[in-house]
């Protein structure tokens, strides 16, 4: 497993986050046609919401957070397919908890899509419940 370490982003790092999330996400681009553009607005993304990286030799994961008056929003979570099995999504998962015990929230909610079951499985086993689906997504929530 390589070491890694997890930091905040900082907008030098908008690029390194955005090619991180172009690689996690491209594993899935011969199966969903409608996969959005997801890392689209990085850099609005690092100076606006809670970015974080996790670095080995380069950015390997990133972790999007949106806090809202209730709940945390898990916007995105990305690993490097090279990177996978590794802990650092599991890590990027933990970060996302402990900032919602700092902002005082009790629930963080994502949305993944329908296409993706590997991904419900994975938060699945992490504890996350499947709340409702509407046309290719699938809602999800954990208690903090």
């Known amino acids: 497993m390589p070491k890694f370490s997890i930091r905040r982003a900082v907008a030098r790092d908008a690029q390194d986050v955005a090619d991180c999330i172009d690689a996690a996400y491209s594993i899935y681009a011969d199966r969903i046609d409608d996969l959005p553009a997801v890392s689209e607005a990085v850099a609005e993304a690092i100076e606006h919401k809670r970015v974080w990286v996790a670095e080995t030799q380069r950015v390997a994961g990133a972790l999007i957070l949106v806090p809202s008056e209730n709940y945390l929003v898990l916007e995105n979570v990305a690993v490097r397919p090279d990177c996978t099995g590794s802990g650092l999504g599991r890590a990027l998962i933990e970060q996302a908890e402990k900032d919602c015990r700092e ?42």
């Open 103 to 144: 902002l005082s929230l009790r629930e963080i909610r994502l949305s993944t899509h329908a296409d993706m079951p590997e991904n419900v499985a994975i938060y699945t086993r992490l504890g996350w419940s499947e709340t409702g689906r509407a046309g290719n997504k699938v809602h999800m929530s954990k208690a903090i």
